[in-house]
């Protein structure tokens, strides 16, 4: 089986940045086989015509709950505490496994409508093998590149992973599955003196896993998890700091200094809480970094979203970091180009997979994305390419993606997706929660209390202005 691309503007993201105008990329089986201008295709070949449009590699989301996709916009309006509150205290223990399955497999098709083609699926409502089953099944039945990193909020990571079940899972449906399911270690270290994670680290080191943690989080996670781990020797380069937002330079000394690398959720960070998003300081220690997106509890799962906020923030950092020196900032660090870099290769090499996806060179894994739109005003002109993918691109404009040679979306629908069974799984799990909590409970966890605003005195009045005639008096 083979697709050709055809004249459109080619982002490789190869070591050289190459971009090319009017190339082709041509697709043999599940291998990018060439990319130029003039290819001949073989025969029996798929055709897309690129002309207008931007071919990029697949984006990489290297932190979401996808379980939690079954709850889409549900806390809009949260703060970190309130998350905590609902999923991890009072509400998260009523997911079934078929409510894993309903929300990894909503999360699954988002992915890679959006052109995500890999995901790291971090699952932490794993709270039975059933669970962890039933988030397989899921993503086995969407056609995207997936990593599952196994969690459990609801028991200690000391625990769950000494469970002889949790190997025998390991054994049966994650080892030797290749590149289009990898398997991760999801759990976050309190920072308790007795350092109680030793033990999942231990398993992890075991099993071959890398793992990922949610780390620098206000309020949860800080610089005692990160000093932990370094001094019982459990920082790797495999390791992914994810926020890696409220922490010393000693922090980030250690990570830079053990080659791991951070995920950075930005719309997270800003909306929900765990710091300031990190990019302005990691870039300052040279820590490798990666985007994600998290939950769609609050955000959605595209990585426009994650380049866009992520430039914003930084320059915005940036900008008020000078100003409070009194100082202008004429030229911005932070680039276009580096987000892309970040949603790519970035992503790439977080997971391992580097050497197979993350850019569009012969011989990879074909995992590509045709950003174009002939309806929109908004994909002309294309001058500055990078700029236009942060900037400019949404998930609509997604017209085409191929996952491992696979076309998964053509002229901008997924292609053989059932969206009607996963409408109807996503209902049967919000009747549940519904019917579980409860009508009021539901709705109050939905809309959190406002807290009062006092708003600030104003010495100037409005005397030129007479109310009653609603005219200014002179
Ligand atoms: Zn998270």
Redesign the pocket.
């Given at each position: 089986m083979s697709v050709l691309f055809r004249n459109g503007l080619v982002l490789t993201m190869d070591n050289n940045h190459t971009v090319l105008r009017d190339a082709d990329v041509l697709v043999v089986d599940d291998k990018i086989a060439e990319i130029g201008t003039g290819l001949t295709a073989p025969e029996g070949t798929t055709e897309i015509d690129a002309t207008g449009g931007i071919i990029m590699p697949g984006m990489i989301d290297t932190?979401r709950?996808m379980w939690q996709t079954a709850m889409r916009g549900y806390g809009a309006d949260w703060t970190l505490t309130q998350y905590f509150v609902w999923y991890y205290l009072e509400s998260g223990k009523r997911f079934r496994p078929q409510d894993i399955y309903a929300g990894n497999l909503l999360g699954a098709l988002e992915a890679i409508d959006a052109g995500v083609t890999t995901t790291v699926d971090?699952s932490h409502g794993l709270q039975t093998v059933d669970h962890a089953e039933a988030a397989v099944d899921a993503l086995e039945a969407v056609p995207g590149r997936f990593v599952l990193a196994y969690g459990n909020i609801q028991q200690g990571p000391w625990d769950w992973s000494a469970a002889p079940e949790f190997h025998d899972f390991v054994s049966r449906r994650l080892h030797g599955k290749g590149d289009m399911l990898g398997f991760q270690m999801a759990f976050d270290v309190t920072g308790d003196p007795a350092f109680p994670e030793k033990a999942a680290f231990e398993v992890a080191r075991e099993l071959g896993a890398p793992v990922t943690t949610?780390a620098g989080v206000w309020g949860a996670t800080n610089d005692d998890g990160i000093r932990l781990m370094h001094e019982n020797g459990f920082m790797t380069p495999q390791n992914i700091y994810?926020h890696a937002a409220t922490l010393t330079r000693d922090s980030y000394n250690r990570i830079a200094a053990t080659g791991g690398s951070v995920s950075v959720s930005t719309e997270s960070e800003q909306s929900a809480g765990q710091g300031y998003p990190p990019t302005w300081q990691l870039r300052h220690h040279d820590i490798p970094v990666s985007l994600s997106m998290?939950?769609s509890v609050w955000w959605s799962g595209d990585l426009f979203s994650a380049m866009r906020t992520t430039l914003g923030a930084d320059r915005s950092r940036e900008h008020l970091e000078a100003h409070g020196r009194q100082e202008t900032v004429t030229h911005c660090h932070l680039r276009a180009e580096q987000v892309v870099e970040w949603a790519t290769m970035g992503g790439a090499r977080a997971l391992g997979l580097d050497s197979l996806v993350g850019s569009l060179e012969p011989g990879k894994k074909a995992d590509v994305v045709l950003i174009k739109n002939d309806r929109s005003p908004v994909m002309f002109p294309v001058l500055n390419v990078y700029g236009h993918v942060a900037f400019q691109a949404q998930r609509a404009d997604v017209d085409t993606v191929v996952v491992n040679g696979r076309i998964v979306k053509r002229d901008g629908a997924l292609v053989d997706a059932d969206l009607a069974t996963a409408r109807a799984k996503i209902t049967e799990t919000i009747d549940h929660l519904v019917g579980d909590m409860g009508e009021e409970a539901w709705l109050a966890g939905m809309n959190p209390d406002v807290p009062e605003t006092k708003v600030t005195d104003n010495p100037y009045q409005y005397t030129d202005y007479d109310a009653g005639s609603a005219q200014w008096k002179h």
């Open positions: 932190h709950h971090w949610h994810v998290d939950t």
